[in-house]
């Protein structure tokens, strides 16, 4: 591997770290201003409507570059969401019966996979065909 090779990982694996830092921090941030499950539920569909957003921004219209989609894909959202602490206060949900745990879940899921879709959506408004 070239110094220029080696120059240019690293470049990446700092730039997915300061996104990391920064989305990890948010998250702990939601989760301490809200309930444990409300935090997570915030940060997983916040973080859902904006990976939808530069997902199909980047697929359809390419203004975001790559870099900044690491930054804030691989980077910053991949922290601020957090699978492990979905499932988590899922488990803990479960406790007090299965209804609180479905609740949590279902809500998840349908606004997460939500978010995503109106992400979409304002991908496409920004570009002007509506997706």
């Known amino acids: 591997m070239s110094l220029e090779d080696a120059l240019a990982r690293f470049e990446t ?5 300061i996104g990391g830092f920064a989305g990890a921090n948010l998250r702990f941030f939601a989760v301490d201003a ?4 409300a935090g997570i539920l915030v940060a997983n569909v916040l973080g859902s409507l904006v990976l939808g957003f530069l997902i199909y921004e980047a697929r359809y219209a390419g203004i975001v570059d790559r870099k900044s989609r690491l930054l ?3 980077g910053f959202l991949s922290s601020l969401t957090t699978y492990s602490g979905f499932a988590f206060y899922t ?3 479960a ?3 299965p209804g609180p745990a479905v609740a949590f879940v279902g809500a998840n899921y349908g606004l997460a996979i939500g978010a995503v ?4 959506w304002l991908a496409g408004a920004v570009r002007g065909d509506g997706a």
């Open 13 to 17: 694996l700092a730039i997915v770290g």
């Open 34 to 37: 809200w309930s444990s499950l």
């Open 72 to 74: 804030f894909t691989t």
């Open 91 to 93: 488990a803990d949900a």
């Open 95 to 97: 406790t007090a019966g």
């Open 117 to 120: 879709l109106l992400g979409r």
